[in-house]
């Protein structure tokens, strides 16, 4: 049984990370084309930047806590939730316990 944050967690649709090659014989990595694998995650905000000034970036950042058993995701893995687009922007953090803590954290900043 897994905690009751990430089992009635709010939803999200994360793409795992594939290697493919591309037009010119390179094996590049890339989010899966085929589709994204949804998931119920617990969310919490890290630190955010309004953008004040034009031309200036706003940065929000928020950890993704997912059971354990979510596989393949890594820094060029993309997540969609809250109806936006978020990049992973560190590598994902596993934290081993007991069957019902263990899990993935990752850091997502919103893409602008």
Not at 4 to 29: F, I, K, M, P
Not at 105 to 111: H, M
Request: aromatic letters at 6%.
């Amino acid at each position: 049984m897994v905690s009751l944050q990430r089992r009635r967690g709010q939803r999200a649709r994360v793409w795992r990370t594939v290697e493919v090659t591309d037009s010119r014989g390179n094996q590049v990595t890339m989010p899966d084309p085929t589709g994204p694998v949804e998931v119920r995650a617990a969310f919490i905000p890290q630190r955010s930047a309004r953008a004040e000034v034009p031309g200036q970036q706003q940065i929000n950042v928020t950890r993704m806590v997912v059971d354990a058993h979510l596989e393949g995701v890594s820094l060029w893995s993309r997540v969609e939730y809250a109806g936006r687009q978020w990049d992973v922007v560190s590598p994902p953090a596993y934290h081993h316990g007991t069957r019902r803590t263990r899990h993935w954290s990752i850091d997502i900043r919103e893409r602008p």
